[in-house]
């Protein structure tokens, strides 16, 4: 019996065991022979893979394996150095490993490269008896990092007035050209899948509320925030990219608990860093040496950042939450992302850290460190998501990330 992927599933192979959707629903009995006309619609079901009898995979798989086998072998030596913090032969990581060698060495043989983390001179590395970072000291000042976007601040100002309508936020939304296309760009992309055109900002609010607008308008402005991050120390692009993916993981597992509100997990997934710019921005020199800490040493960054600085950018980013005032959800999300724990294990804390994992596991994007940071197995047991739901989130994922970053990062 062989897993198979369904982008090498071939008519003529037969079902080993019985064929399922991710939520159960039975499609096609074990000794089944497959057909063209199923592998058209396997997609549709949510179907990510099948269990196959080895004497049915055939001449034509093999030449296909023989092709893909040395960009596999890349991608195996690549992602067990990325996740050496995990055990990638326990689950859930082994499945997580699986799926992840499969679309990196699909990536691999059409020409994808594996970044290579800048040379960059660092200085030595910290000393466990460093002086803690001043957070206040760096929340504080003028610069545009501690203060929202104008645009977001007035539309919240509005919310909170009785007698504001969603016209009036329709207007405040309209004098920032840049923020209107992308926001109408988003609304008309499969992220959200509405049928028909939304072509003004006013429809677009009546169809997804004044509270979802205005989330999504926070994380669309907040990425134009920060503009002096060293680029030798950390890619912008990959800082947002790995963002973005993060988002799309918190709103697949939310969807997977029924959890409403959509965009608030997407932008607690696309802010869980934030707190990682402020301190760039503001002192670059020392957080260098917490890369250097952890490039040594193998630790995941915000360990290396708690050696270093004696805090570590997700207490940075829940206390510039906090001087924002977001809402309770995103601030637990932003500040919990790697220890789930200070938030109790509430959803949206559980929720981010596993999409985290995910993002990082699952993307392209390398930042600061290779390492994946490890998954905290009660975070994952609390949202109560198993092995065979994570291959269709993925693919999930990987659909939404092409349409959402051209959102992002496309030239208006």
């Known amino acids: 019996m062989a897993i198979i992927h369904i982008d090498e599933l071939i008519g003529g192979m037969v079902l080993a065991e019985d064929l399922l959707t991710p939520s159960g629903r039975f499609v096609l009995a074990a000794g089944a022979t497959l057909q063209d006309e199923h592998l058209k619609t396997f997609k549709s079901w949510g179907v990510v893979e099948a269990e196959i009898d080895e004497t049915s995979l055939g001449d034509e798989y093999a030449q296909g394996q023989d092709l893909i086998a040395e960009y596999v072998d890349q991608a195996n030596e690549y992602l067990v150095g990325r996740l050496v913090l995990h055990d990638v032969s326990v689950e859930p990581i082994a499945t997580v490993y699986r799926h992840a060698v499969h679309r990196l060495a699909v990536n691999m043989q059409n020409g994808w490269e594996p970044p290579v983390l800048s040379g960059v001179e660092i200085p030595e590395s910290c000393s466990s008896e460093g002086q803690p970072l001043s957070i206040p000291h760096l929340l504080k000042g003028d610069v545009d990092i501690v203060s929202l976007p104008t645009v977001y601040t ?244 990987d659909a939404e990330f092409k349409d959402v970053i051209q959102v992002f990062f496309a030239e208006l």
């Open 154 to 397: 007035h539309i919240v100002e509005l919310l909170n007035h009785p007698s504001s309508s969603s016209q009036q936020i329709a207007k405040v939304i309209g004098k920032d050209a840049s923020l209107t296309v992308r926001l109408l760009r988003l609304v008309n992309s499969p992220f959200y899948g509405f049928s028909g055109k939304i072509d003004s900002v006013s429809r677009a609010v009546s169809l997804l509320g004044t509270n979802e607008l205005s989330t999504l308008t926070l994380g669309i402005t907040v990425i134009r925030q920060f503009q002096n991050i060293p680029v030798e120390l950390l890619s912008m692009d990959s800082f947002w990219r790995h963002s973005i993916r993060c988002g799309l993981f918190c709103k697949a597992l939310a969807a997977h608990l029924d959890e409403k509100s959509a965009e608030k997990y997407f932008i607690g997934g696309l802010l869980h860093d934030i707190g990682r710019l402020v301190i760039l921005e503001r002192m670059a020199h020392q957080y260098s040496t917490a890369i250097a800490r952890a490039r040594q040493t193998q630790l995941p960054m915000y360990r290396a950042e708690q050696d270093c600085l004696k805090t570590d950018h997700s207490i940075v980013g829940k206390l510039l939450a906090e001087k924002w005032r977001l809402s309770p959800a995103l601030i637990r999300m932003i500040g919990s992302h790697h220890s789930p724990r200070l938030a109790r294990y509430s959803t949206e804390a559980c929720i981010v850290h596993v999409a985290d994992v995910l993002a990082h596991a699952c993307g392209d994007e390398v930042l600061l460190v290779n390492e994946v940071p490890e998954l905290q197995l009660k975070a994952w047991e609390e949202i109560g998501l198993t092995e065979k739901k994570l291959a269709p989130i993925i693919q999930q994922v």
